[in-house]
C-alpha cells in the first residue's frame, strides 16, 4: 500500500507490504447470515469478494502494526463493489427501516443495480447520508433510550468503513477495551475482571458511569482523535455527513452538533476511539506512572469499572478521571459512579469497623457480590441483575398474551429460543439460583396465560411440568470458570508475573 504525502505531525512513508492471506474479523453488531433470492450472483461474488477484502485489509493491518505514529491517506479507494456487497451480507435480515423505509429484502431483489449506483454515488461524492430515525426502546429503570436507525444504505456503508477501520484501530486499542471489537465478547469482559479480581489485590472497585456519554460526544474532539491516523479527506468528510445528518422525529428532522446517534453501526467504533484517547491511553499511564498498587482496568464501551488495591489510589483516580473527562466534554455521573470496598478482605475489614456487608456493583448485566466458598475463602459471586430478569419477565408476560391463541407448539417453540437465550449469557458458575427462579417464572407465566385465554381450560401443574419438560430448556451452568477460560484463552498471561495485573488487564497477548 502507498502511502501519500500529506502535512501532518505524523510521517509518512511510502512502503509496499507483501499480500498475506487473512480475514477481517466481524463485527458482532451486524452478524453475517444467509442470503436469500439473487442466489447465482451474490454466492459467486461473496467467495471473490471475501478473498480480495482480506488480503487488502490484511495490509492494511500490518501497515498499522508496524507504524504506529502514520496517517492513512489512502483508504476511501478500499470502498468498493465487493466491500460494499460484503457489507451488505453482514446486516442483520430483519431489521427495522430508517427513514426511507426500504427493508434488507427490498434493497437484495436488485442488489447488484444498487450496489453499483451506491458505488458511483460515493465516488462522484453525490452520496447524502440520510437522517436517523428516532426510536425510543423501554430500559430496566423504566426510562426510555433514544435509538438512532439509520437507512439501509447508510448501513452498508457503515458497515465497509467500520470494516476498513477496524483494520487500523484494531493494532492500536488496549487490551483492556472490550466493547464492540471483533472476537471480543462481553463474556470476555467479564472473565477478565473476574480474573482480576480473584488472582491479585483488589480491595476496592470504581464503578464508573460516564453521563449520556454517546449522546454528549464532541464532534470536534472525535474529529481530532481520527486525524491522529486518518490522513484521507474523503473518509473523514464521509464521517461527518453521518455525524451531522440529524434525527428525524414524527417526520421533523433535528440537527445534531454533538453526540454519535445509539444503533448506528459506526457508534460503536466511533465510541471506541473516542474513549482511546480521552480515557485509555491516559489511564493506562495513570496506572503506570502513579498508582501505587495494584489496578485493574476492564472498559466495555462507556461501561468502566477500575479494581485498586489502595484506597488511596481510588480516592486520587476517581478525581483525575473527573477532571480529564472534563477537558473532552464529558463527566462521570453522579449518582450512578461509585466507590466501593469490595474484594477478599472488605468483608473482613468492614465487619472490624462495625460496618454492613460489602457492597455489591452491576457490570454488563451481573451483580457481582463478595462472598465465600464452602472452605471459607473469598469467592466472587456474580447474579443476573434483578431489575434485568424483572424486564425480561414483563416483556415474556405481554408477548404471551399477544399469542395467547396460537397452538400450543408454537407457544413453546417460542418460550423454548427465548429461555435459551437467557441461559446462553446468564448460565454461570455461582447463578444456579437465579437461572432457574427465571426459568421457573416462565413456566408460571405459560400456565397463568393459558388458563387466562378460555374460561373452560383446564391447564393443571402436572400438565404445565409435562409442556415446560418438553419445550423449555433445563436451567444448567453453560459456561466455565471465568479464571480457568481467561487462563486458557491468555496462558501467558499468568497472574504469578511481577506486574499481574498488567497482564490481566491487557485481555492477554495480541
Not at 13 to 29: C, D, M, Q
Not at 211 to 231: A, C, N, Y
Not at 302 to 312: K, N, P, Q, R, S
Not at 463 to 485: D, F, S
Request: net charge positive.
Amino acid at each position: 500500500m502507498m502511502h501519500g504525502q500529506e502535512k501532518s505531525d505524523f510521517p509518512i512513508v511510502a512502503t509496499k507490504l507483501a499480500n498475506k492471506p487473512g480475514k477481517p474479523g466481524a463485527e458482532p453488531v451486524e452478524p453475517r447470515g444467509e442470503a436469500k433470492g439473487n442466489m447465482d450472483w451474490s454466492h459467486t461474488s461473496r467467495t471473490l469478494s471475501r478473498l480480495s477484502v482480506s488480503q487488502r485489509l490484511v495490509r492494511v493491518r500490518e501497515a498499522a502494526k508496524q507504524r504506529k505514529k502514520e496517517r492513512f491517506t489512502a483508504l476511501y479507494h478500499l470502498l468498493d463493489l465487493e466491500l460494499l456487497q460484503t457489507s451488505f451480507f453482514w446486516l442483520k435480515r430483519k431489521a427495522a427501516a430508517g427513514v426511507d423505509g426500504v427493508m434488507w429484502g427490498d434493497y437484495e431483489r436488485d442488489l447488484e443495480t444498487n450496489l453499483i449506483d451506491l458505488h458511483g454515488r460515493l465516488h462522484r461524492q453525490t452520496y447524502r447520508a440520510q437522517p436517523s430515525r428516532r426510536q425510543y426502546i423501554p430500559k430496566a429503570d423504566g426510562k426510555l433510550r433514544p435509538l438512532g436507525i439509520a437507512a439501509l444504505e447508510d448501513k452498508i456503508v457503515q458497515r465497509a468503513v467500520v470494516e476498513i477501520l477496524n483494520a487500523v484501530y484494531e493494532t492500536d486499542f488496549l487490551g483492556f477495551s472490550y466493547g464492540f471489537r471483533p472476537k471480543r465478547s462481553q463474556h470476555d469482559a467479564l472473565d477478565a475482571l473476574a480474573t482480576g479480581i480473584a488472582r491479585t489485590n483488589v480491595s476496592w472497585i470504581l464503578d464508573a458511569d460516564i453521563s449520556r456519554f454517546f449522546d454528549t460526544v464532541s464532534h470536534d474532539w472525535l474529529h481530532r482523535f481520527l486525524e491522529h491516523r486518518i490522513g484521507d479527506r474523503r473518509m473523514l468528510r464521509l464521517i461527518g455527513k453521518w455525524l451531522k445528518a440529524g434525527a428525524m422525529e414524527d417526520g421533523v428532522v433535528t440537527a445534531t452538533e454533538e453526540g454519535t446517534p445509539q444503533g448506528a453501526v459506526i457508534s460503536p467504533l466511533l465510541a471506541n476511539i473516542y474513549l482511546h484517547y480521552v480515557f485509555d491511553l491516559w489511564a493506562n499511564q495513570w496506572r503506570q506512572r502513579h498508582a501505587e498498587g495494584n489496578v485493574v482496568i476492564v472498559r466495555y464501551a462507556d461501561d468502566i469499572v477500575i479494581g485498586f488495591a489502595t484506597a488511596y489510589d481510588a480516592k486520587r483516580f476517581k478525581r483525575a478521571m473527573q477532571q480529564r473527562l472534563e477537558q473532552f466534554a464529558l463527566r462521570l455521573h453522579p449518582e450512578k459512579t461509585r466507590l466501593i470496598e469490595f474484594g477478599r478482605f472488605a468483608a473482613e475489614n468492614r465487619a472490624r469497623r462495625g460496618l454492613g456487608k460489602p457492597e455489591t456493583f452491576n457490570f454488563l448485566r451481573f451483580t457481582h457480590i463478595s462472598g465465600r466458598a464452602r472452605d471459607g475463602r473469598f469467592m466472587l459471586r456474580r447474579r443476573t441483575r434483578r431489575d434485568r430478569v424483572q424486564a425480561k419477565l414483563r416483556e415474556i408476560k405481554e408477548e404471551l398474551r399477544r399469542r395467547w391463541h396460537q397452538p400450543l407448539s408454537e407457544q413453546g417453540r417460542w418460550l423454548q429460543r427465548v429461555v435459551q437465550g437467557h441461559l446462553n449469557y446468564f448460565a454461570v458458575p455461582t447463578n444456579n439460583h437465579a437461572i432457574r427462579a427465571f426459568r421457573a417464572h416462565v413456566e408460571n407465566l405459560w400456565r397463568r396465560a393459558l388458563r387466562r385465554r378460555s374460561q373452560k381450560d383446564d391447564t393443571t401443574w402436572a400438565r404445565i411440568n409435562r409442556l415446560a419438560r418438553h419445550w423449555l430448556p433445563r436451567a444448567r451452568v453453560l459456561h466455565p470458570w471465568p479464571v480457568v477460560r481467561f487462563t486458557a484463552k491468555h496462558p501467558r498471561q499468568e497472574p504469578g508475573a511481577r506486574i499481574a495485573h498488567a497482564g490481566i488487564c491487557a485481555g492477554g497477548a495480541r
